[in-house]
């Protein structure tokens, strides 16, 4: 009896047993199938599938620092929504992006100066379909020759306002609905010596550069917190239409190394402290920058960019 009683009681323990097993065998079979997909996944997302690459939006893309900002960032896999004036410049530098660089591009072709609802709203449109994560503000104008305030055309001092003050607030304000719910981003802000060195007879373009520097400071510390880095570039002069220096030399850039200087040094700040938001990039124009800022009165250089212009 005490025999049979035993030979039970061995039976359940051996069957509990094997019960264990079992739900450990299940247990682990779930952990390897886990890990053996998780292995598969990071294959396919490593081997096989195409990197999703953001986007960068720069505006003002057609010609000299702007087109080289679009060609340098495409470079860096960046896919880049171009944004300028004219439309046959855009679709030939959009042709030879994808052609070199393999990346995905988008074009608008719009006129600040006129800057119509519509335009914005045509923008709003193509950002809100896109992952941006660098604006590159470049666009702008400028005083035909220097030219006393009084004397100068109603209409320049409008698309002055228009292009370097009214487009810059709205195309950012556009990105930023994309980048902030991401907390990441990049916006260059392409300034200007001119912006803090008042430059007489270029009076209304120095303002604007000024506006342009002073709002960066305040909505680089708006943005800080949120993942989202402001630089205005301080820049001197560059090769291009705008400056109408056509021959590089050792304090004036093609656009080609002066933009690779910029993005290089992504998040160094240069120049007074009380502008945290600015950066020098550029050697030669942070020597120049060095040297305003710490040698002769202001007013000495106020005078030199009077007798300059
Ligand atoms: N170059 C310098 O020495 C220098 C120095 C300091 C700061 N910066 C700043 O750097 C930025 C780029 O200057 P940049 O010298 O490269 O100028 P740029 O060679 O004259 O090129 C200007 C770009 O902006 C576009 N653009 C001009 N007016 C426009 C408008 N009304 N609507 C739409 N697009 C317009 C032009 O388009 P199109 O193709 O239609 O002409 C072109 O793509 C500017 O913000 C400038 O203030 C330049």
Same mark, same amino acid.
């Given at each position: 009896m005490?025999?049979?009683?035993?030979?039970?009681?061995l039976?359940?323990?051996?069957?509990?047993?094997?019960?264990?097993i079992?739900?450990?065998?299940i247990?682990?079979?779930f952990f390897?199938?886990l890990?053996?997909?998780?292995?598969? &996944?990071?294959i396919i997302?490593?081997?096989?599938l195409?990197?999703?690459?953001?986007?960068?939006?720069?505006?003002?893309a057609?010609?000299?620092?702007?087109?080289?900002?679009?060609m340098?960032?495409a470079?860096?896999?960046f896919n880049?929504?171009l944004?300028?004036?004219?439309?046959?410049k855009l679709?030939t530098?959009?042709?030879?992006?994808?052609?070199?660089y393999?990346?995905d591009?988008?074009?608008?072709?719009m006129?600040?100066t006129? #800057?119509t609802?519509?335009?914005? #709203?045509?923008?709003?449109?193509?950002?809100?379909?896109?992952?941006?994560?660098?604006?590159?503000?470049?666009v702008a104008t400028n005083?035909e020759?220097?030219?006393?305030?009084?004397?100068?055309s109603?209409?320049?001092i409008?698309?002055?306002?228009?292009?370097?003050i009214?487009?810059?607030?709205?195309?950012?304000?556009i990105?930023?609905?994309k980048m902030?719910?991401? %907390?990441?981003?990049?916006?260059?802000?392409?300034?200007?010596f001119?912006?803090s060195?008042?430059?007489p007879y270029?009076?209304?373009?120095?303002?604007s550069k000024a506006?342009?520097?002073?709002?960066s400071?305040?909505?680089?510390?708006e943005?800080?917190?949120?993942?989202?880095?402001?630089?205005n570039v301080?820049?001197?002069?560059?090769?291009?239409?705008?400056? &109408?220096i056509r021959?590089?030399?050792?304090?004036?850039?093609l656009?080609?190394p002066?933009v690779k200087?910029?993005?290089?040094k992504?998040?160094i700040p240069?120049?007074?402290?009380?502008?945290p938001f %600015?950066s %020098?990039?550029?050697?030669?124009?942070a020597?120049i920058?060095?040297?305003i800022? %710490?040698?002769?009165?202001?007013?000495?250089?106020v005078?030199?960019t009077?007798?300059?212009?």
């Amino acid at each position: 009896m005490s025999l049979n009683i035993q030979f039970l009681q061995l039976l359940q323990e051996s069957q509990i047993i094997t019960a264990a097993i079992a739900v450990f065998a299940i247990i682990g079979a779930f952990f390897i199938s886990l890990k053996t997909l998780s292995f598969l &996944k990071l294959i396919i997302d490593v081997y096989v599938l195409p990197g999703k690459s953001a986007w960068a939006v720069v505006t003002g893309a057609s010609d000299g620092i702007g087109r080289e900002y679009a060609m340098q960032l495409a470079a860096a896999k960046f896919n880049i929504l171009l944004v300028s004036r004219t439309a046959s410049k855009l679709k030939t530098l959009r042709d030879e992006i994808e052609q070199k660089y393999e990346v995905d591009t988008k074009m608008y072709a719009m006129d600040f100066t006129k #800057g119509t609802p519509m335009d914005y #709203g045509n923008l709003r449109d193509m950002i809100e379909e896109l992952d941006v994560g660098v604006l590159i503000n470049n666009v702008a104008t400028n005083h035909e020759i220097p030219t006393p305030f009084y004397l100068e055309s109603d209409e320049i001092i409008h698309n002055i306002v228009e292009v370097n003050i009214s487009g810059l607030l709205k195309v950012t304000k556009i990105v930023l609905s994309k980048m902030l719910p991401n %907390n990441r981003g990049l916006i260059i802000n392409c300034g200007s010596f001119a912006g803090s060195v008042p430059t007489p007879y270029l009076s209304v373009y120095s303002g604007s550069k000024a506006f342009m520097n002073q709002w960066s400071q305040a909505i680089g510390a708006e943005l800080k917190s949120k993942g989202i880095i402001v630089e205005n570039v301080n820049t001197y002069f560059v090769v291009s239409s705008m400056s &109408k220096i056509r021959r590089p030399s050792l304090l004036i850039p093609l656009p080609k190394p002066y933009v690779k200087s910029v993005l290089s040094k992504i998040g160094i700040p240069g120049g007074a402290s009380y502008y945290p938001f %600015n950066s %020098n990039p550029y050697p030669a124009h942070a020597l120049i920058n060095w040297l305003i800022s %710490n040698t002769f009165s202001w007013s000495f250089w106020v005078n030199y960019t009077l007798g300059m212009c």
